[in-house]
């Protein structure tokens, strides 16, 4: 069984608009069998460094999917941020529209805070300095968070969809855009945009060789106007092992480095300890 996305969350809709959050989170059950994709390249680019951790494959041999790490590992916590940025949407950044946020990659270099970047590949194109910066410090790690921005499910939010014959193109578009942009080690994570995923997107990924990694803590930093009330809800959210999704996309969550300023020492002060997704996932799969 595929286990299914637990909760309608407003994390995962930028790009989107509000008035239709049907759709996002739920997993759906496919109509029939489809046929496994054909191209059996990975997707994941070669690498001089040890392989980072992935999940085995899930029941059946689907994309597996990681949601939050073990709870008795310990008090770690791992932020992570979508940086999304939608195909169509170059125009609106051309107008000055601001899709990057200096400020919060800054704030978490200044808070030495490790964390997990979802980039979208047109968000790499749109700021290849500030995605390979990102890329090369090794206090982030990047991910996968699609080319497009599309949907990979039939109803997502007011995304466009992808067909299936398109799926892992999009994911390997990703990956070229971070290479060009000077992204040394992209990571085989992957993160659907908004969220929304089913049976037919996981085992269309397959051969992909990605690890899907969701959340168990939303923090409601999408389109958010109050960053006390962004910083409440993660603090009430967080467990151990717990995976937070925020953005880092002025445009569409403008209060999020004001949030992470407030989030970050109070964990701490509670004993929580920040670490990149990779580590949850390690830990999930006994290395
Ligand atoms: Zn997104």
Redesign the pocket.
């Known amino acids: 069984m595929i286990s299914r996305v637990r909760g309608v969350t407003l994390a995962?809709v930028?790009?989107a608009t509000l008035a239709s959050l049907t759709g996002c989170g739920t997993a759906q059950e496919p109509p029939a069998a489809h046929p496994a994709p054909s191209a059996p390249r990975a997707a994941i680019p070669p690498s001089s460094s040890p392989r980072p951790p992935t999940l085995a494959p899930g029941p059946g041999g689907l994309t597996p999917v990681f949601r939050n790490g073990p709870r008795t590992h310990g008090r770690t916590v791992a932020l992570t941020f979508?940086a999304?940025m939608t195909a169509g949407e170059g125009p609106r950044a051309a107008a000055g529209e601001r899709f990057d946020n200096p400020r919060l990659i800054a704030a978490l270099r200044a808070l030495k805070v490790p964390a997990t970047v979802?980039m979208?590949g047109r968000w790499a194109e749109q700021y290849p300095v500030q995605a390979r910066s990102i890329g090369r410090d090794p206090l982030f790690e990047i991910a996968n968070?699609s080319y497009s921005?599309y949907a990979f499910t039939g109803d997502c939010y007011d995304l466009p969809t992808l067909s299936q014959d398109r799926m892992r193109a999009d994911v390997e578009r990703a990956y070229t855009a971070f290479r060009r942009a000077g992204v040394p080690e992209p990571m085989p994570y992957f993160?659907f945009?908004?969220g929304c995923y089913d049976r037919l997107a996981l085992k269309t990924l397959t051969s992909a060789g990605v690890t899907v990694v969701q959340w168990d803590v939303v923090s409601g930093d999408a389109f958010a106007t109050d960053a006390d009330a962004v910083a409440r809800q993660v603090l009430e959210g967080v467990r151990p092992g717990s995976v937070v999704v925020m953005h880092c996309t002025t445009s569409a969550a403008p209060v999020t480095e004001r949030a992470v300023r407030t989030v970050v020492p109070e964990l701490r002060r509670r004993g929580f300890r920040f670490v990149k997704v990779s580590e949850l996932i390690g830990d999930a799969a006994g290395r």
């Open positions: 995962c930028l790009g979508d999304d979802f979208t968070h921005h993160r945009p908004g």
